[in-house]
C-alpha cells in the first residue's frame, strides 16, 4: 500500500489561483475562530495539491501560496516570538519514517542517539511565558514569528499553572485544546447562550481561547512539550541547563513545575533508541487514541539529546529534528440526510443520523449514533446540517456537533417521535434515554434471536421466521418459554416436522447445559455483551451470588464502572421472572471451573493458580485451523479465560501471547514489532489440551 496521501488535482493557472484562495481562507477561518469550511482532509489535499501544481510550473507561484509556510500564512501576530514557533514536517508510514530518520542521520554524519516519541496533541499551539514563577503572557503562534496575545484566557486552561514550583523565569510551549467532557460543557453553554454550537474541540478550543467578553467560560486544557530560556540570551544556570538538558529530561523538569504534561496519560512521551522501537511506541499511541480523554493526530518524534537538535538545526517552515507521523483523520464534515427511530431489544428507542456516506479511518461511513433526543437537542442538530462525524479504531462512528457556519436556511427540525416507532405503544421519556413502556416485551423477537444465537444458549435450527410463528401462536413471549415447548406444540407448528422438532428438542437440551456465562450474556442485560458476561459468571460463579450482589459486588467485576454497574442491578431486577422461569426450566446456573473462593484465596497468598495462561493477556486473530477450527471467536476467547488468561482484543506492549491463524494480518505484525510471543492455533491448541 502506498503512503504517499491523495491529492486534489488542478488542471491551470485559474483553478490554481482557486485553490491558492480557497486555501487561506480555510487557513484563515481555522487559525482564527476554528470555523474553516473544508474538514483536515479536504485541506491537506488541496494544499498537496497546490504544491504538486507549483513543483510543475515555478514560474506561476503565487506569493499568497500556503506551501512552505506556518500557518498556510493566513494568520498574522502582533507579539514577537523569542524563537519562532515552527510547524511540523509530516510523514504516513514507516517507510517515509525511516527516510526521514535516514535522510536526517546523512545530514548529521552519525546516528541519533535517542529518540522521544511523543503524541501530537490535536489543539493550537501556545507560548506561555512566566518571570520569576507567575505566568505572565500567554500567546499564539501566529505565523511563527509573531503570535496574538491571549493573555485575558489566564486561569481558564487545566494544566497551564499561574504559578510555578519554583521562581523561575522561563517560556513554556504546548498546546491548548478541550478534552471530550470540556467539549460537552462548552457546547453545552454556547447552546443555551445563542441556540449554536462548536464543529469539533479544536476549533472550539481556539475560538475559546481568542475571544474575549464572552458571557461564559469555558474551561480548556494545557499540555506541555517544550521549555525555552526566556530571554534567549539569558545566562543563568537554568537558561544553561535548559540548553543542555535532553528533550527528556526537560519535560521532567516541566512536570516538576506543576505543569501538565502528557506524562499523566496513556500517551506519555517515551525515549528510546532505535527506530524499530520508535515505530512500536508509534502504533501503541495510535492503538490508544480511540480512547483518550482528548484528540491527537499523530505522534511525534523528536532527537533526545540537545546536541544532535543543534546538528540538524531548522527549515524556514520546521525543525529538521522533529517529524509528525501523521493518523489518519478521525473527523470529518458530510451532510445530516435523515434520523431514523428504532426501538432495540431491550425497548431502548434510540435515533441513528444517516450520513451522506464518508470515508473515515478506513471505512465508509453511512450511520453514526445520536444517542438520544436529548442529545439532539443539546447539539442543535437539524435535518441537511453539515455535521462533523468522528470515527477511531472500533469505536461506533458518532455525530459530533453541526457546523453551523456551513447552514444555508434550508436546514429542517429533526421530526421526534411521539409513540414507540415499533409498537406505536406510549414512549417513557422518563430517562435521557427513552424506552418503550412495554420494555422487553416490545421487541421480544429481537430479543429470543439475540438469546438464542451462536455466542448465547447456541440453538440450532430456530430462525427468526420460526421464533414468529411461535409468537403468533402463543406458544412463547420470551426465550425461557421455549424450554417447555412440548413435541405435539412443535408439532402442531406449520411445516414443522418430526426431524425438525426433534433436533430442535435436542438442541433445547444442549443449550440447558450452556455455562452461565451464556445463560447470562442471553439474557441481554443492558451494557453487557460477550466479554462482560464471561466475566461476571467467572467473577460470581453462580447466578444467586449474581443476583443476590449490589452495585458495589457488581463494581467489583473488571471493566464495570459507577455508572454501569446500578444500570446492571436494575436490569436483573427487571429480568427477575424471566431468570426464574429458566431455573425451573432446568438451565444450568453455575460457571464450570469458576472457583472465586479458590481465586481469591490463591491471591491473597501471592501463589499464581496453576493454570497454564494464569496471569496472561492473549489476543486471538486470524482464522483458526486443526483442532481450533471449529470455534468462533467467542468460544476461543472463552477457552483462554478457561485456562486462566484474559483474553484482549488489541496487541499492545502489555499483550503476552498473540494466537495467530491464517490471514491474520495487522495484529500479528505489530505482536512481532514489539516482540511479543506468537503462537500458531496448533501450538496454542497444545498448551490449553486440557481445557478443549
Ligand atoms: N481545516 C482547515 O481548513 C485547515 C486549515 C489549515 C490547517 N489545517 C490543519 O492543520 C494542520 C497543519 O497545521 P500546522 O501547520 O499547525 O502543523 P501541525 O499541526 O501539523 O504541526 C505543528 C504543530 O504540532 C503541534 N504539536 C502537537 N503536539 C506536539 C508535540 N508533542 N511536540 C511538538 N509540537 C506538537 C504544535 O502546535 C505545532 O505547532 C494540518 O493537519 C491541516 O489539516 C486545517
Ligand atoms: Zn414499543
Not at 66 to 95: Q, R, Y
Not at 576 to 593: R, S, Y
Not at 662 to 675: P, T, V
Amino acid at each position: 500500500m502506498s503512503e504517499t496521501p491523495p491529492l486534489t488535482s488542478i488542471a491551470d493557472e485559474t483553478a490554481y489561483a482557486e485553490a491558492v484562495q480557497l486555501a487561506v481562507d480555510a487557513s484563515a477561518a481555522y487559525y482564527g475562530d476554528g470555523t474553516s469550511t473544508l474538514d483536515d482532509d479536504s485541506y491537506d489535499r488541496l494544499v498537496r495539491g497546490i504544491e504538486a501544481y507549483e513543483a510543475g510550473h515555478p514560474d506561476q507561484v503565487l506569493p499568497t501560496s500556503p506551501t512552505g509556510k506556518v500557518a498556510g500564512g493566513a494568520v498574522v501576530g502582533d507579539v514577537p516570538h523569542t524563537v519562532p514557533m515552527l510547524s511540523l514536517d509530516n510523514v504516513f508510514g514507516p517507510d517515509q519514517l525511516a527516510a526521514w530518520a535516514a535522510s536526517l542521520e546523512r545530514r548529521l554524519g552519525r546516528p541519533v542517539t535517542a529518540w522521544s516519541v511523543e503524541a501530537k496533541l490535536d489543539g493550537l499551539a501556545v507560548s506561555a511565558r512566566y518571570r520569576r514563577g507567575r505566568l505572565v503572557q500567554l500567546v499564539t503562534r501566529g505565523d511563527g514569528q509573531a503570535g496574538e496575545d491571549v493573555s485575558h484566557s489566564i486561569g481558564t486552561v487545566v494544566g497551564l499553572p499561574e504559578r510555578l514550583a519554583e521562581p523561575v523565569t522561563v517560556e513554556l510551549r504546548g498546546e491548548v485544546m478541550m478534552t471530550t467532557a470540556q467539549f460537552a460543557d462548552a457546547c453545552a453553554k454556547r447552546q443555551a447562550h445563542d441556540g449554536t454550537t462548536f464543529a469539533n474541540p479544536r476549533s472550539a478550543a481556539a475560538g475559546t481561547l481568542r475571544t474575549k467578553d464572552r458571557p461564559y467560560v469555558c474551561e480548556l486544557t494545557f499540555f506541555g512539550y517544550g521549555a525555552l530560556p526566556l530571554p534567549p540570551g539569558d545566562d543563568s544556570p537554568l537558561a544553561a541547563r535548559l540548553r543542555e538538558l535532553p528533550h527528556s529530561q526537560i519535560m521532567e523538569w516541566v512536570a516538576g513545575q506543576g505543569v501538565q504534561t502528557t506524562a499523566v496519560t496513556p500517551v506519555a512521551g517515551v525515549l528510546v533508541s532505535d527506530l524499530a522501537a520508535v515505530q512500536a511506541r508509534v502504533e501503541e499511541i495510535a492503538a490508544a487514541r480511540a480512547g483518550l480523554e482528548f484528540g491527537i493526530d499523530g505522534i511525534v518524534i523528536k532527537c533526545d539529546l540537545a546536541a544532535d537538535q543543534a546538528s540538524a538545526g531548522f527549515s524556514s517552515r520546521a525543525p529538521r529534528w522533529a517529524v509528525a507521523y501523521k493518523l489518519p483523520a478521525t473527523e470529518k464534515i458530510t451532510k445530516l440526510l435523515a434520523v431514523e427511530w428504532n426501538t432495540g431489544r431491550t425497548g431502548i428507542i434510540a435515533p441513528r443520523a444517516v450520513l451522506e456516506p464518508v470515508e473515515l479511518d478506513g471505512s465508509i461511513v453511512t450511520y453514526a449514533t445520536l444517542h438520544n433526543a436529548a442529545d439532539i437537542a443539546r447539539r442543535g442538530l437539524m435535518l441537511g446540517d453539515s455535521v462533523t462525524v468522528y470515527k477511531a479504531g472500533d469505536v461506533i462512528p458518532r455525530v459530533e456537533a453541526p457546523v453551523v457556519h456551513l447552514r444555508t436556511g434550508e436546514e429542517r427540525p429533526i421530526d421526534i417521535p411521539q409513540v414507540c416507532p415499533s409498537c406505536g405503544d406510549a414512549i417513557d421519556a422518563g430517562q435521557e434515554r427513552w424506552r418503550c413502556v412495554r420494555g422487553r416485551a416490545c421487541r421480544a423477537i429481537a430479543s429470543i434471536e439475540y438469546a438464542v444465537g451462536r455466542d448465547q444458549l447456541d440453538i440450532e435450527g430456530l430462525a427468526v421466521n420460526r421464533i414468529q410463528q411461535m409468537l403468533d401462536a402463543g406458544l412463547i413471549a420470551d426465550f425461557a418459554d421455549l424450554f417447555f415447548l412440548t413435541r405435539e406444540q412443535l408439532l402442531g407448528l406449520e411445516r414443522m416436522g418430526e426431524t425438525s422438532t426433534d433436533n430442535l428438542l435436542a438442541a433445547l437440551d444442549r443449550a440447558r447445559a450452556q455455562p452461565l456465562s451464556r445463560v447470562f450474556c442471553a439474557l441481554g442485560v443492558r451494557g453487557t455483551g460477550r466479554s462482560m458476561s464471561r466475566r461476571i459468571a467467572a467473577h460470581f460463579g453462580t447466578m444467586d451470588a449474581i443476583r443476590a450482589a449490589d452495585a458495589a459486588a457488581i463494581q467489583q467485576v473488571d471493566g464495570i464502572g459507577p455508572e454501569k454497574a446500578p444500570v446492571v442491578v436494575a436490569e436483573l431486577v427487571e429480568l427477575d421472572a424471566l431468570i426464574d422461569k429458566l431455573i425451573k426450566a432446568g438451565v444450568n446456573m453455575t460457571q464450570p471451573g469458576a472457583r472465586p473462593s479458590q481465586a481469591e484465596v490463591a491471591e491473597a497468598a501471592g501463589e499464581p493458580l496453576d493454570l497454564p495462561l494464569a496471569g496472561m493477556s492473549v489476543v486471538v486473530t486470524g482464522t483458526m485451523t486443526g483442532p481450533l477450527a471449529a470455534l468462533s471467536r467467542n468460544e476461543m476467547n472463552e477457552l483462554v479465560e478457561r485456562a486462566g488468561g484474559k483474553a484482549s482484543s488489541a496487541v499492545s506492549a502489555r499483550t503476552s501471547l498473540v494466537v495467530a491463524g491464517d490471514k491474520a494480518g495487522s495484529k500479528r505484525a505489530k505482536a512481532e514489532s514489539l516482540g511479543v510471543r506468537v503462537a500458531s492455533p496448533e501450538e496454542f491448541a497444545g498448551l490449553v489440551a486440557a481445557f478443549l
